[in-house]
């Protein structure tokens, strides 16, 4: 017997309403209701059987159920136990989806999916989408691809090339750490309830060596977010207030021939190496 496809405007609002929930915006909870958005990001990772997949949020299995159908082994860590007592129903017909309830802020991921290496999944909510990004990122997991629905504001952050608004200390960590690319946009009307923003789609796959080279990358990024801290000051001025002292910042500039007056969203990810290794020399 075929499942239902979840992802479906019709059963989504038929489970929902049998179980008798009600969303909670608190959790940031919005339901995928289109089967070829969900196809589509599932197709983004290019599962195969047996693959391994921990999945983010996962709510009432909408995505967890694509997941599923390719094969993988898919893990989905759920924080909503009303979320849990549905999947158990709708996900039922699915042996290689293993739910696990927890908040994924506190995870402990290598205990939750061991060491050898596996792909991450998430509509996750707006919320919290940079915690969720930059918790994976800063732990070094195991995971070689991610692939996130994440507010369409977040992509462009998280994409962004230096000199434009949407530049900032998130788009450096992202790029640092993995190859991001925005795959595809989604409207607001591919949600129940539907948002008040549109969303997009994000590949991220992990780097196996940094782009960059850094002394340590606990002071590459002190300095970035400190050139990023005070965003209407300028460079200079942004690491002497966020703790470099004066004479280092002199020496930082005189050697990397870098312009003080410049601000941090003008600055490349080499440049932001380039100050680190002057400091630390």
Do not use: W
């Amino acid at each position: 017997m075929t499942e239902p496809i979840i992802a479906k405007r019709e059963v989504t609002r038929h489970i929902l309403a049998s179980f008798g929930i009600r969303t909670q915006k608190k959790l940031g909870q919005h339901f995928l209701v289109d089967e070829a958005v969900v196809g589509s990001i599932a197709a983004t990772l290019e599962l195969q059987p047996g693959m391994r997949v921990l999945e983010i949020g996962p709510g009432i299995g909408t995505l967890t159920q694509q997941l599923a159908m390719t094969g993988a082994a898919v893990t989905a860590v759920e924080l909503d136990r009303r979320c849990i007592e549905i999947m158990a129903t709708t996900l039922k017909a699915y042996e290689n989806v293993r739910v696990v309830q927890g908040d994924v802020l506190a995870l402990d991921f290598a205990e939750t999916m061991g060491e050898e290496p596996f792909c991450i999944a998430g509509n996750l909510p707006y919320y919290i989408t940079t915690p969720i990004v930059m918790k994976i990122l800063e732990e070094r997991v195991a995971a070689t691809k991610m692939v996130f629905m994440v507010q369409k504001e977040v992509a462009d952050r998280m994409t962004a090339a230096p000199g434009g608004k949407d530049y900032g200390a998130l788009s450096v960590a992202v790029q640092y750490y993995t190859e991001a690319k925005k795959m595809f946009e989604v409207p607001a009307s591919s949600f129940l309830p539907p948002p008040a923003v549109d969303s997009a789609v994000i590949l991220c796959t992990m780097r196996k060596a940094a782009p960059v080279s850094v002394p340590s990358e606990k002071l590459f990024f002190r300095v970035v977010r400190a050139a990023f801290g005070q965003r209407r000051k300028t460079l200079a001025n942004s690491l002497q207030g966020c703790g470099f002292d004066k004479a280092s910042i002199v020496e930082m500039l005189k050697v990397t021939g870098i312009d003080g007056k410049r601000r941090g969203e003008t600055l490349s990810m080499d440049e932001f190496a380039a100050l680190s290794r002057a400091y630390h020399d």
